[in-house]
């Protein structure tokens, strides 16, 4: 089964003149997946069906110095039924987003057969969309059609951002962060400066909020779970903190 899926991607990328082809197999046991070198650009991903592509990228999450800014083709082998193929695929760009990749295109089998295979990708800030509208797919085209790569992984996340709401949670921390009126309403300092200004130039709204319980930066405890604002990001209420925060391995697993 695989054998036909090799010959068509081997085809299809070195006629583009896109991407050379390195294949890894990932081991069954974790304690070996930090013994893998991972290439820093590109991923292809292919299973019998999507629940099948899902579980190889959950493993491909466990290996250290995974590169969620790759470019990802996920290929599934045995067709979708029509009546479910728009959700599925909506289901599992999703999942997608929720691991911070975006730049992806997913190939499904059209047939049967395997003789022709349909491209989609999904735009998170097409048309006005601000990355919480999962209700568009984009059909791109067929993979025996001339389709560049420059289409199929072109920016997904633009300079102009539509205005979307970035919500960012925060605390008095100066010079980094403080309030400057009785209200706490207008923030100041270093990183709310730096913050607005990326906001002009991108195109986005900053809803501010300020946390005011102790603990504020947070930690990541044993059991992965983690405290004050770094909890808010995990639970997905923020999508961003800032107030004199510094990097650690932890934190960036949340």
């Keep these: 089964e695989l054998a036909h899926f090799d010959k068509l991607l081997v085809k299809f990328f070195h006629?583009?003149?896109?991407?050379?082809?390195?294949?890894?197999?990932?081991?069954?046991?974790?304690?070996?997946?930090?013994?893998?070198?991972?290439?820093?650009?590109?991923?292809?991903?292919?299973?019998?069906?999507?629940?099948?592509?899902?579980?190889?990228?959950?493993h491909l999450l466990r290996i250290p110095f995974w590169h969620p800014d790759g470019s990802y083709i996920l290929m599934v082998l045995n067709p979708i039924d029509s009546k479910e193929l728009k959700e599925k695929i909506l289901d599992f760009m999703l999942y997608l987003w929720r691991q911070r990749v975006t730049k992806t295109v997913l190939i499904i089998t059209d047939d049967a057969l395997r003789e022709?295979?349909?491209?989609?990708?999904?735009?998170?800030?097409?048309?006005?969309?601000?990355?919480?509208?999962?209700?568009?797919?984009?059909?791109?085209?067929?993979?025996?059609?001339?389709?560049?790569?420059?289409?199929?992984?072109?920016?997904?996340?633009?300079?102009?951002?539509?205005?979307c709401p970035v919500k960012v949670i925060t605390h008095t921390w100066p010079v980094h962060v403080f309030p400057v009126d009785v209200n706490r309403?207008?923030?100041?300092?270093?990183?709310?400066?730096?913050?607005?200004?990326?906001?002009?130039?991108?195109?986005?709204?900053?809803?501010?909020?300020?946390?005011?319980e102790e603990e504020a930066w947070g930690q990541v405890l044993a059991d992965k779970t983690s405290t004050g604002m770094l909890n808010v990001l995990a639970r997905g209420e923020a999508d961003l903190a800032i107030g004199g925060y510094w990097p650690s391995e932890s934190r960036f697993a949340v």
């Design 185 to 212: 309403q207008q923030l100041d300092g270093i990183e709310i400066n730096l913050l607005n200004a990326i906001a002009r130039q991108a195109k986005f709204k900053i809803e501010y909020k300020l946390f005011d």
């Design 116 to 163: 022709n295979y349909k491209i989609f990708k999904w735009l998170p800030y097409a048309n006005g969309r601000c990355g919480n509208d999962q209700n568009e797919v984009t059909f791109v085209g067929f993979c025996n059609d001339s389709v560049k790569t420059s289409k199929i992984f072109e920016n997904r996340v633009p300079k102009n951002l539509n205005n």
């Design 15 to 58: 006629d583009k003149n896109a991407w050379s082809i390195k294949y890894i197999a990932l081991p069954v046991f974790p304690e070996f997946f930090d013994r893998i070198e991972l290439p820093r650009e590109n991923f292809v991903i292919f299973g019998k069906n999507l629940e099948t592509v899902t579980h190889t990228f959950t």
